[in-house]
């Protein structure tokens, strides 16, 4: 009913910059709240950024101040450019939507992944 589909991982020295992106696809009426996930190896998912239909934005504090998170509601993409990237940003990323429905159901939705390396 909604597909999420992610791109802009790969790998990046310490230092770089990357822009995940992340489209959404399928009956959807309206999307709320958009945010971007991470895991690293042995951790638990931890949230990194976020977004509202508004604007208004959170980050964690690792990230703060070197990754960016926006959206195009046109396109029903979010995107987040992460810059300053250190060894310790590497992890699969994850993009979370929460979506409504043409039927007005309400549906969230995880992408499948991508994979951020930062060598040091």
């Known amino acids: 009913q909604v597909q999420l589909v992610e791109s802009g991982g790969g790998l990046a020295q310490t230092g770089g910059s990357l822009r995940l992106s992340c489209t959404a696809s399928?009956?959807?009426?309206?999307?709320?709240?958009m945010s971007w996930y991470r895991q690293a190896p042995g951790k638990q998912r931890e949230l990194v950024a976020g977004?509202?239909?508004?604007?208004?934005?959170n980050y964690a504090d690792s990230v703060k101040g070197r990754f960016t998170i926006s959206r195009d509601n046109a396109k029903r993409t979010v995107y987040l450019q992460m810059n300053s990237l250190e060894p310790e940003d590497t992890a699969v990323y994850y993009c979370?939507?929460?979506?409504?429905?043409?039927?007005?159901?309400?549906?969230?939705?995880w992408g499948q992944g991508t994979l951020v390396t930062v060598s040091s």
């Open positions: 979370n939507v929460f979506s409504v429905l043409l039927d007005q159901r309400r549906l969230e939705v």
């Open positions: 399928g009956v959807i009426f309206r999307i709320n709240a």
């Open positions: 977004i509202s239909i508004g604007g208004n934005t």
